[in-house]
Structures are given as C-alpha cells and as structure tokens.
Nanobody, 114 residues
C-alpha cells in the first residue's frame, strides 16, 4: 500500500518561512520523480516544484528564488523549503510521486496571513 504523508504546513506571517516534508512508503522512493503542487480556494491545482530521481529540479515562475525542493532517498522524504512567503502562497500543498503511475498525498494547509 502506497502512502505519501505531508507535514509542516501551518499559519505564517508574510515574509516568513516554512518547510514541508513528504514521507513515502510502499514505493522504491529513489526511482520516483517527486513534486509539490498546490490548490488555492476556487483555483485549479498547480505545479509548484518537481525533482527528478536524478535530482534535477524545476520550479513554477511564481516561486523561483523563494522555494527550494530537495530529497533524501535514505529517509524516503522530499522537502519544500519556502521562504519569503506571500499571501498568494496560501493553499493546500500536495505531494506527488511520479513514475509509471502517480500517487498523491492528502495535502497540508499553508496559510500566509498577518
């Protein structure tokens, strides 16, 4: 049974930082490309960042220079370090594992507000 469990969301003030984690079980983590996506109320789910099994990263233009995606294959965990957060970053953030099929986590809420 495959599980992706996100953690690290919460309420933060504009300009603050959060680090999201996504821990996988039931898959050979190192084989999978991993991604973070987000969905704000009333909007479609959108890509935030991805990291391939070879650690090549890709970012949405809206988060370049502020967010960093990384992975630790030994811990079966990938991370999203989010700095200089803005109110527009408020959303539910989802972890995704991608290979021959996709798996999604349950999401973690990030709220940026003063």
């Amino acid at each position: 049974q495959v599980q992706l469990v996100e953690s690290g969301g919460g309420l933060v003030q504009p300009g603050g930082s959060l680090r999201l984690s996504c821990t996988a079980s039931g898959i050979i983590f190192s084989f999978y490309d991993m991604g973070w996506y987000r969905q704000a109320p009333g909007k479609q789910r959108e890509l935030v960042a991805t990291i391939t099994s070879g650690a090549i990263t890709n970012y949405a233009d809206s988060v370049k220079g502020r967010f960093t995606i990384s992975r630790d294959n030994a811990k079966k965990t990938n991370y999203l370090q989010m700095n200089s957060l803005k109110p527009d970053d408020t959303a539910v953030y989802y972890c995704r594992a991608m290979r021959n099929r996709d798996y999604w986590g349950q999401g973690t809420q990030v709220t940026v507000s003063s």
